[in-house]
């Protein structure tokens, strides 16, 4: 039994804490060293007790298996321009020492059902407490802005829906998730030939220069 939540979620809120800036920190280093950071900005946060609790019912996850079943109480985001970035991300922490991934989940592209995309790492991260190190287990989503656009949207209306969506509305909200990945896409593309024009006519205006006007657009979210 938990019998007190907010002692329970101690580790969960330090390793959100922790990651958040160490996530924010390599972005910070690309733009130091780079000028562009695959990582456009980091969120980061514990699951309420409410979401536990009807998780939990809905995974039949009983409270003496919550530490070892439910893998995103500890959550964080990392959201990316490219679809390409997602990759440079997740290959940056598979180098990671300080966790160790143990599943992913590559719903990029292997979309859900719902049109979902989104790359998930479930890892273990140890904690530093006063009884000594315990070790947690957390996510991390890594997404593109237009994935997390759908995702964000939809979760609202999900939640209102309680997902009892009429079937029309579903496919509706499944082609605007195509239409999102589209964009994507497409974004990739003109990235692409910009660069092309660029090795053509090293005279035209540098392309990163454009997205890192973007990025720095997100400053303040660093
Ligand atoms: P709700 O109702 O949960 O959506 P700071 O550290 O001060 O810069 P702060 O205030 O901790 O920032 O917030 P942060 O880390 O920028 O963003 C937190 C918000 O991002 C949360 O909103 C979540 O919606 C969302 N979020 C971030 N990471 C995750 C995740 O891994 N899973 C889920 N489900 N949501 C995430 P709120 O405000 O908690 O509201
Ligand atoms: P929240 O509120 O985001 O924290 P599941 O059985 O689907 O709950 P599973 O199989 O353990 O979960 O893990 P999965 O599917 O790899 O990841 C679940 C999480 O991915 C969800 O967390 C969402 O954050 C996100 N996700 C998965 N499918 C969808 C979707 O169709 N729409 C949106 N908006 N997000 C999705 P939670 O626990 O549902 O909640």
Redesign the pocket.
């Known amino acids: 039994m938990v019998k007190n939540w907010d002692n329970f979620l101690i580790p969960y809120k330090q390793a959100v804490d922790e990651l958040k800036v160490k996530l924010r920190g390599i972005r910070a280093q690309f733009l130091k060293v780079d000028g562009r950071s695959p990582i456009e900005f980091v969120t980061g946060r514990v ?1 309420p007790v409410d ?1 536990i609790k009807e ?1 939990m019912v ?2 039949h996850i009983s409270e003496d298996r919550l530490e070892e079943d439910m ?2 109480i500890a ?1 964080l985001r990392i959201m990316c321009q490219f679809v390409e970035d997602i990759y440079q991300v997740v290959d940056l922490l598979r180098k990671r020492t300080d966790i160790n991934i143990l599943e992913e ?1 590559d ?1 990029v592209h292997n979309k ?1 059902p ?3 995309r ?1 790359y ?1 790492i479930i890892f273990e991260y140890p904690v530093q407490m006063l009884s000594g190190e315990k070790v947690i287990l957390a ?1 991390i ?1 890594v997404r593109t802005l237009a994935m997390n656009f ?3 949207v ?2 609202s209306l ?1 939640y209102k829906y309680k997902g009892a969506f009429p079937a029309d509305l579903k496919s509706r909200l499944e082609r605007s998730a195509e239409a999102a990945f589209h964009l994507d896409e497409e974004m990739s593309e003109i990235r692409d030939e910009l660069q092309e024009v660029k090795k053509q006519d090293p005279d035209t205006q540098e392309p990163d220069k454009d997205v890192r006007k973007s990025s720095d657009e997100n400053s303040h979210l660093q």
């Open positions: 699951k979401s998780k809905r995974r893998e995103d959550g989940r719903y859900k719902s049109g979902y989104s998930h996510e989503q759908w995702a964000t939809e979760h999900n």
